[in-house]
């Protein structure tokens, strides 16, 4: 079955590090998401690929990096973590075609910025 | 830009009993509306959207929704809920200008025995 994975699932760092949290999906979907989701906040989006090569800043994206090199991968980078990034980071996919289709969630990568 | 508000952040329910959660969306030509859930330790799963056409949309896991156009809201409703509905859930709008999925704070869900 296709499913989207995440890694690491838990991750703890100290401030000033770089961060790199993976991203792998087999839905061949051309549509990748990532956000972080806070108490009070929902879910907030860093970034966006609609294909190979293609990268786009989302509403949070300050402090964030990421590169699509191949359909299947979108990892997610922090530069040099702050604590303000302690979060729940999710990773989801999307078929291309129309902008409403259901978008497929990754189980998850709660970081702890110490 | 679009918004999402769920003014309950949590909605405690004894087991068999009806829920509502209530979601109100900002105003917009088209409106697509969604309701994801989120299992504890878990990512969120479609529970149902709105496209169009009825204006009662069904889910899975017997929840269904309510598209009021002129009340700019899409609750949620389930008229007898289990103890494994315990979750948070998730009310989002798609963002025509930006293509964007705009996902509400979310409501949690406890269903107490």
């Known amino acids: 079955d296709a499913e989207i994975t995440q890694s690491p699932r838990h991750k703890i760092t100290e401030t000033g590090r770089q961060v790199t949290l993976a991203c792998h999906q087999t839905w061949n979907h051309n549509n990748m998401f990532w956000y972080r989701q806070d108490l009070g906040h929902g879910l907030r989006l860093i970034h966006y690929?609609?294909?190979?090569?293609?990268?786009n800043k989302g509403e949070v994206s300050d402090g964030y990096s990421v590169s699509r090199s191949n359909t299947e991968d979108l990892p997610l980078t922090l530069e040099s973590a702050a604590s303000s990034q302690t979060s729940v980071y999710f990773c989801?996919?999307?078929?291309?075609?129309?902008?409403?289709?259901?978008?497929?969630f990754g189980p998850g990568t709660r970081l702890t910025v110490l | 830009a679009q918004s999402v508000t769920q003014l309950d952040s949590q909605v405690p329910v004894f087991e068999e009993a009806p829920v509502e959660l209530r979601c109100n969306y900002s105003?917009?030509?088209?409106?697509?509306l969604f309701w994801y859930v989120q299992y504890p330790n878990q990512g969120l799963q479609l529970l149902l959207k709105?496209?169009?056409?009825?204006?009662l949309v069904k889910g899975i896991n017997g929840f269904e929704a309510e598209f009021n156009k002129s009340q700019t809201s899409f609750h949620l409703r389930k008229p007898s809920v289990h103890i494994s509905d315990t979750a948070e859930y998730f009310c989002?709008?798609?963002?025509?200008?930006?293509?964007?999925?705009?996902f509400g704070s979310g409501t949690r869900l406890l269903v107490r025995p």
């Open positions: 105003s917009s030509v088209s409106v697509y």
């Open positions: 709105y496209l169009s056409g009825s204006t």
């Open positions: 989801a996919s999307q078929s291309q075609g129309n902008s409403y289709n259901e978008q497929f």
């Open positions: 690929s609609y294909g190979v090569q293609d990268t």
């Open positions: 989002a709008v798609y963002e025509d200008s930006s293509y964007k999925l705009i």
